[in-house]
């Protein structure tokens, strides 16, 4: 028996197999809203429907991803353009209902080893998982065996707590902590050991602003450990997992055959005797230094200047190498030829940073981030995540680092962020656009899941090109966009072009060049972007969005000389309206075939008329002949009126 779906009901069928009751709501799982979908072609079977608002960019490569300690991907469908992501229900209760105290060998055998060997694997895939968190880890009932929730359905460590984080990414807004590394992946497992160790979050009960510091002052192994009771066997083990250096924690296949009371050797960061003081706070490590000087900027070039930084840490910390590095730093300086839009001591505040702290991310601008989340953090302020000031700051940030990419190339650069500004260059070349339409572009470039960030339908989470010709073709009502909005700026905004155009450019298609889009007005512009995107992603007709073109289109038949060929081409304009295919409407009036043939028709015609004319001018000449003529047989008044009437005729098909 077919299920029907009347247009009132609370229930969604997607793909035409599960029927998702939109009223009967889960606990979010992967930070994703969540529902109970039964598949109609197998009695009694269920699974979750999941709908991310802002999938992975690396979203196909982990919907097939499969291990016993992750919960797999069933499927993914679109509904009304809209991606749903179907998987198993989780084995029992999160984490974050309740951590438990479990014991040494419940940690290893439930925690430690089966974690690590999904992280390899996804390692060996060039995959990270970013996704560590209690509320992401779910328990079967009496068991004591950890299983994470689905990957991919939201963008890398964005739903990360600072927590949980390695100091390279909690130091940024999680919108720009980019995919990371699995050694990222291995710290934040390290927080989630030590929490089931002791039976609770460390640092519990502190803000973000908070154990940032404390981690700056102590290190976050020693601010995460600092007077818990931690079974002695797992003492080294956490302290290597939870370094502040990436190249100091264990990988994920040291900790596959990880053995309890088995030691680490770790090249311990000895703080300074002498503390630095900066902004009021005492500082003991180029780490903290680095950070700190990102917060006070100006106090931060101030000790550069002086030479205060080399000196202490050439005193105190015997780093020479950092201290010669960080003097020359400390002048400002561009490279030859440089963007003279740079401001050297923002350049040298960046230098000196990436000297102090290899393994922090860029900073710039006052902003600290990965330049690989770049179109992440564009799509994120477009969403109205950040205030005005800030969306303004991060679009004049990736402007900068997409057309100024060589102001970066430095032996001082850390070689992950050098490799991710080249990266982020080549894909804003690749857009073909420049300004403010290859910062829009770029966020779908980067990410076929990417849901159409226009205002107008954000909430629909639209991330197919059919999903969006269909609702901008539901929604061309006189009460939604009226007719003087439509003539004056088109039937999209600029964010739906962006999102077609870039979906036409992956299948090679560019339906007009910058110089014909610049020369049309934009309804004529939209209407054949949509042309375009109809006939490559969808076949079904847009009747609403041709009806409300009509009036316009109309106008353009204009340049037709032929009244008898403007009457049948209106009256075929109107037919192909309510059929709904746009190029087949626009066609019937971009008719170049046609058009030609209708001027050469009009030119033909007005060398008739002239013709004529000069017939009518000579009469008064020939008149003493014509009137004794006329008089013997009235052929002059029968020559006079057939030239009169195919004057008219022409000037009434061609002129008027």
Same mark, same amino acid.
């Given at each position: ?269 000895? =703080? %300074?005797?002498?503390?630095?003081? /900066? $902004? *009021?706070?005492? #500082?003991?490590?180029? !780490?903290?230094? @680095? ?122 650069? =850390? %070689?992950?962020?050098?490799?991710? /500004? $080249? *990266?982020?260059? #080549?894909?804003?070349? !690749?857009?073909? @656009? ?223």
């Amino acid at each position: 028996m077919d299920y029907i779906q009347g247009d009132d009901s609370p229930e969604l069928l997607i793909a035409d197999r599960y029927l998702v009751n939109t009223t009967q709501k889960q606990s979010m799982i992967g930070g994703c809203p969540t529902w109970v979908a039964q598949d109609i072609t197998a009695t009694g079977s269920t699974w979750l429907a999941l709908a991310p608002s802002m999938p992975s960019p690396r979203f196909s490569e982990l919907m097939f991803f499969r291990h016993e300690s992750v919960i797999g991907l069933h499927a993914h469908e679109y509904h009304n353009g809209a991606l749903w992501v179907l998987c198993a229900h989780p084995p029992g209760p999160s984490l974050a209902e309740g951590l438990g105290l479990w014991s040494e060998s419940q940690i290893i055998d439930g925690v430690i080893r089966p974690m690590a060997d999904a992280l390899e694997k996804l390692d060996t895939a060039g995959l990270t998982c970013r996704g560590i968190r209690p509320e992401n880890l779910f328990v079967g009932q009496g068991l004591h065996k950890v299983v994470l929730g689905p990957l991919g359905v939201a963008a890398g460590a964005t739903l990360q707590p600072v927590l949980f984080e390695p100091l390279c990414s909690a130091a940024c807004h999680p919108t720009a902590r980019g995919v990371g590394t699995i050694a990222c992946d291995v710290f934040s497992l390290g927080v989630l050991v030590l929490s089931l160790c002791i039976g609770e979050l460390p640092l519990k009960g502190l803000s973000d602003a908070e154990i940032l510091r404390r981690r700056f002052e102590l290190g976050s192994a020693t601010a995460y450990m600092q007077g818990h009771n931690v079974p002695a066997g797992l003492v080294s083990l956490l302290e290597a997992m939870l370094s502040d250096a990436p190249e100091n924690r264990p990988g994920p296949g040291d900790l596959i055959t990880i053995a309890p009371s088995k030691l680490f050797s770790l090249r311990a960061e000895i =703080p %300074a005797r002498t503390p630095l003081m /900066i $902004g *009021g706070v005492e #500082v003991r490590t180029p !780490r903290a230094l @680095a950070w700190y000087g990102g917060k006070y900027q100006n106090e931060f070039l101030s000790l550069l200047q002086r030479k205060i930084i080399s000196q202490w840490l050439h005193r105190e910390l015997e780093l020479s190498v950092m201290s010669s590095l960080i003097e020359q730093a400390g002048v400002a300086f561009l490279p030859s030829g440089a963007n003279k839009a740079v401001d050297p001591t923002t350049m040298v505040v960046t230098r000196a940073i990436a000297i102090l702290d290899p393994a922090a991310p860029m900073f710039w601008a006052g902003r600290w981030f990965w330049p690989e989340a770049i179109p992440q953090m564009l799509a994120h302020a477009e969403a109205g995540a950040f205030p005005p000031d800030e969306q303004r700051n991060i679009r004049g940030i990736a402007s900068f680092l997409m057309t100024s990419p060589e102001v970066f190339d430095a032996p001082t650069l =850390p %070689a992950l962020q050098a490799t991710q /500004i $080249g *990266g982020l260059a #080549v894909a804003a070349r !690749r857009t073909g @656009a420049k300004g403010m339409e290859q910062l829009r572009r770029l966020p779908y470039d980067m990410n076929v899941y990417q849901p159409c960030l226009s205002s107008r339908c954000l909430k629909e989470r639209i991330s197919l090109s059919a999903g969006l010709l269909q609702w901008l073709n539901g929604h061309l009502s006189e009460e939604e966009v009226s007719a003087e909005d439509i003539g004056r700026s088109g039937f999209m905004d600029d964010q739906m072009r962006t999102f077609l155009e870039s979906h036409c450019a992956r299948q090679g298609i560019v339906p007009l060049a910058q110089s014909q889009k610049a020369g049309l007005p934009s309804w004529l512009a939209d209407l054949t972007l949509l042309a375009a995107a109809q006939r490559r992603f969808d076949k079904e007709a847009l009747s609403s969005i041709a009806r409300r073109a009509l009036p316009l289109l109309e106008t353009e038949l204009k340049q037709w000389r032929s009244r008898t060929a403007r009457a049948k081409r209106r009256a075929k304009l109107s037919q192909l309206a309510e059929a709904g295919n746009l190029t087949r409407f626009l066609d019937n009036v971009n008719d170049p075939a046609g058009l030609q043939k209708d001027r050469k028709m009009a030119r033909q015609a007005e060398v008739e008329i002239a013709h004529l004319e000069q017939i009518l001018e000579d009469e008064p000449n020939r008149k003493a002949v014509h009137e004794k003529q006329a008089r013997n047989a009235g052929e002059f008044f029968s020559l006079l009126v057939g030239i009169v009437v195919s004057m008219a005729s022409i000037w009434l098909e061609f002129c008027q």
